[in-house]
């Protein structure tokens, strides 16, 4: 690292590149432990939990006030807040992130070369005119609501449960296992990536040119592309040396409770109610 | 009895280069044996070779009396009564790790046998027990310690209960308490009359558990074959196999040479 004149630290790739995946790493990990606490959602069966997240989103896309999705948005919120999930997390992570990238998308299709209609304000040449905007804010408030009841999902659910619900909801035993392996996978190839980088980092005397470094990351993703087909080969290996032969047996643990279909029924109802309410708004 | 009989093995990992050669050998029921080599030797191969996941270019394996190859273990009777009598405890618990969590991985194997959920519950219960690993029981395995690992991927066999057990660098990344734990392992196995087939560069396992050693050359040929006490005394073939090395240093200002092993 390298101090500047104004103070400022500079990173080179490599420790850039490493602190990032480490720190996804730890994001997932973080994630397992919020998962593990004591909330309202931690206590909700995998599959009543899904279903419900599958009624908000159809729900999501179903209504088109922008007085009901906010409201949506503010459920997830309030859900996050009793699930042991901070607000201001829940809002950076949901508002801040796909909040941001759905603005971006609908940005353009707010203004009069996509969108015709009275003007509401101009910025410079470009002019957002009445109906762009509205649609542009019910885009955002719909990818919010959705994301935020998705991203519900990640954090109160550990992934061996979510694994489970979804081979008990009978989905096909190859796709489950391949989400299993991928996931397993993904946080093995990123600490390889992360000591990879950390490894250039500790013989790095100068800084290398952009040049450098492209031609340095594209060899870097040959090798743990490489390394992720061995890997998947000899893990293929290992489940065939224990028995596997193209189906995929587990064990349920944990049996759904009254709680936990009363759940999917309290949301069902939530979002009926939602739904004739956008009725009568958008009549 | 004799649980494998290899006879004029040769094994090429890619067209014209062999990773085993003029292999011809025997394992009996309930024989301890250590197969020793230098990194590249052919070890681990030999073991995919005995667990039917890989299969002679020449020659012929015979596993409990039936040769092995990728038709007979196609066959569905023959292979569930060889995958639940034969464990591959693989070199890197990460490759063997691949289910969400601990207890599924002790599960998977017994459940692919086909045997009922209670009955699957009582051995991962139990092997848990065993190994004191019941506390990590519901720890996705990518957050485990590397000794946390193997015992996790160690009790994913022994839930199958096979009478064969093939270990590649047990010793690999096991701190020394857990490699103590290791030895109980093997001799508890021992006293239960199940055959052990481990792959290893280090010596000292050998001289602890093996009934039996077999050297692997540098060039895949089998170039010795006897009792632990045997074999550790070929010092000449040892260092020529590169298992040992010169090793130099000096005592109070004297200057001198003897071989030397890395191990436990």
Redesign the interface.
């Given at each position: 690292m390298m101090n500047d004149r104004q103070g400022r630290t500079h990173k080179s790739l490599a420790r850039r590149t490493a602190d990032s995946v480490g720190n996804h790493i730890v994001e997932v990990?973080e994630n397992?432990d919020l998962a593990a606490e004591k909330g309202f959602l931690q206590g909700i069966d995998p599959r009543s939990k899904l279903l419900a997240v599958l009624i908000f989103s159809v729900t999501a896309s179903l209504v088109r006030s922008p007085w009901v999705l906010a409201a949506m948005s503010i459920l997830a919120l309030v859900l996050a807040s009793f699930s042991a999930v901070s607000p201001a997390s829940f809002a950076r992570k949901v508002w801040g992130s796909a909040g941001l990238f759905a603005t971006l998308i609908a940005l353009p299709a707010a203004t009069q070369f996509i969108t015709a209609g009275s003007v509401l304000f101009r910025l410079g040449p470009v002019a957002i005119t009445r109906p762009g905007a509205l649609g542009a804010i019910t885009l955002i408030l719909r990818v919010v609501a959705s994301a935020g009841f998705a991203l519900l999902i990640v954090w109160t659910m550990?992934?061996?449960d979510l694994?489970?619900a979804l081979s008990r909801m009978k989905v096909p035993d190859i796709i489950v296992a391949t989400l299993?392996?991928a996931?397993?996978q993904i946080?093995?190839l990123m600490r390889t990536v992360e000591q990879i980088h950390l490894a250039r980092e500790s013989r790095t005397l100068k800084e290398s040119t952009t040049a450098e470094n492209r031609r340095w990351v594209i060899e870097r993703i040959a090798f743990v592309f490489q390394k992720s087909v061995k890997?998947a080969d000899?893990?293929y290996?290992?489940?065939?040396?224990?028995?596997?032969?193209g189906s995929m047996?587990?064990?349920h643990?944990t049996p759904a409770t009254v709680r936990d279909w009363s759940y999917v029924v309290f949301s069902a109802g939530i979002a009926a109610l939602l739904i004739a309410i956008d009725r009568m708004v958008m009549r | 009895m004799t649980d494998f009989v290899l006879k004029g093995i040769h094994q090429e990992y890619r067209k014209g280069v062999e990773s085993l050669t003029d292999i011809d050998i025997s394992i009996g029921s309930g024989e301890q044996v250590v197969i020793v080599g230098a990194n590249g030797s052919g070890k681990s191969t030999f073991l995919?070779l005995l667990?039917g996941?890989v299969f002679p270019s020449e020659g012929e394996v015979t596993a409990f009396g039936v040769q092995l190859t990728e038709d007979a273990l196609e066959d569905?009777d023959f292979?569930?009564s060889f995958?639940?009598r034969v464990?591959?405890v693989?070199q890197?618990a990460?490759?063997?790790?691949?289910?969400?969590?601990a207890?599924?991985e002790l599960?998977?194997?017994p459940?692919?046998?086909g045997l009922g959920?209670a009955e699957?519950?009582q051995r991962v219960l139990q092997v848990a027990a065993a190994l004191r690993i019941e506390k990590l029981l519901?720890r996705?395995?990518?957050?485990l310690s590397g000794g946390e690992k193997k015992r996790v991927s160690i009790g994913?066999?022994l839930t199958?209960r096979p009478h064969v057990l093939l270990m590649d660098e047990p010793t690999n990344a096991l701190d020394p308490r857990s490699q103590v734990w290791l030895l109980d392992v093997l001799a508890a196995m021992k006293a239960a009359g199940d055959t052990v087939v481990i792959a290893t560069h280090d010596l000292s396992i050998a001289a602890e558990v093996a009934d039996r050693m077999i050297v692997l050359s540098e060039e895949h040929r089998i170039c010795a074959d006897g009792t632990p006490e045997e074999v550790l005394g070929m010092r000449d073939l040892l260092l020529e196999v590169n298992l040992i090395h010169e090793h130099a240093h000096r005592h109070s200002g004297e200057h001198h040479m003897h071989p030397h092993m890395h191990g436990v």
């Open positions: 990990l397992e550990r992934w061996i694994l489970s299993a392996m996931q397993k946080v093995s890997t000899d893990v290996d290992a489940m065939l040396a224990r028995g596997y032969s047996r587990v064990i643990r | 995919k667990d996941l569905h292979r569930r995958r639940g464990g591959f693989f890197d990460d490759v063997q790790l691949f289910c969400s969590n207890f599924d599960a998977f194997g459940l692919q046998l959920e699957v519950r519901d996705a395995p990518y957050t994913a066999v199958m």
